[in-house]
């Protein structure tokens, strides 16, 4: 699933198709969306409207149509629509792929060593619109087939590589890469919120803590503890601005000792309080 929308004008409803790995959606103006848990990335397409998003490290995004972006596996993605949106959602597939092995293998290293991603985006090119322009066709005249789904993934591969140069794929896939640690990389997204410590992690992965410490820091760039601590911000950030859980709940839920804490930790964290937080998603 891209994501799941909660509207609350009675008298619009959300439009979903489906075939494939392609998904359609519509939502109008207002929809609350949130991504549910999910091992499987998606690149989506927004054709029409606008949206505020937050994937990640808690940073607010206003995107508008003619835009690409990657919701990784087991991220932390959720926003709300600005005007009436159109999307496509591509699943990328879940094993490794000859294809897109090679691909992720050829982007990786290309990016400096102090670059900081920040849920980088793409546009898309008029031929990527052509492509999804046929295929709502193919929507519309009921040829949606698995089989000629997967085969229009392999095509839209090809526009990726030919369309957009190696620096331009690498910022954009970057949470995806990881040359030869690729599995580790993989390991950690989809299972850190089981663990809480380093050495129970490390174990999991049946490494000695600091050969699982070297092999982190060369996938993620920081530390186990600074890259944890990150994870923790964002599922706390979500419950203020996507929950009316009280901020009593919220700090009992992320083990601070009182909500007085909570608020400092937002402000240093976020640089405003809990509930200027909860009004910035959906507010001006």
Same mark, same amino acid.
């Given at each position: ?57 808690? %940073?607010? !995004?206003? =995107? ?6 990657? &919701?990784? +596996? ?6 709300? #629509? @600005? ?15 000859? %294809?897109? !092995?090679? =691909? ?6 290309? &990016?400096? +060593? ?6 980088? #985006? @793409? ?162």
């Amino acid at each position: 699933m891209l994501m799941s929308g909660q509207v609350g004008i009675a008298d619009r409803v959300t439009i979903s198709v489906s075939a494939g790995p392609f998904r359609m959606y519509r939502y109008p103006k207002g929809a609350q969306l949130e991504r549910g848990e999910s091992d499987i990335s998606v690149i989506v397409f927004l054709l029409s409207g606008k949206i505020r998003i937050v994937c990640n490290d808690a %940073r607010i !995004k206003v =995107l508008e149509a003619g835009t690409i972006m990657l &919701l990784p +596996k087991h991220s932390c993605t959720y926003g709300v #629509t @600005l005007a009436d949106c159109d999307f496509v959602g591509c699943a990328l597939p879940e094993g490794d792929e000859d %294809r897109d !092995k090679a =691909l992720f293998q050829t982007l990786t290293g290309r &990016l400096d +060593k102090d670059f900081e991603y920040d849920f980088d #985006t @793409l546009e898309i090119h008029p031929l990527i619109l052509k492509f999804l322009a046929l295929l709502q066709d193919a929507f519309d005249h009921g040829i949606v087939s698995d089989k000629f789904m997967y085969a229009k993934r392999s095509e839209l591969h090809i526009y990726f590589k030919k369309l957009y140069d190696n620096d331009a794929l690498a910022r954009f896939f970057y949470p995806l890469l990881g040359g030869h640690s690729i599995s580790f990389k993989d390991f950690v997204i989809s299972n850190y919120r089981n663990y809480s410590d380093v050495t129970s992690f490390a174990a999991a992965a049946n490494m000695s803590v600091s050969t699982f410490t070297r092999a982190f820091r060369k996938s993620f760039g920081t530390t186990v503890y600074k890259w944890m601590n990150a994870r923790k911000a964002e599922f706390i950030y979500k419950d203020i601005v996507m929950t009316e859980m009280t901020f009593a709940e919220i700090a009992d839920r992320h083990g601070f000792s009182s909500q007085a804490y909570l608020v400092y930790y937002c402000r240093r964290h976020f640089g405003m309080p809990p509930r200027e937080l909860r009004n910035s998603l959906g507010g001006g």
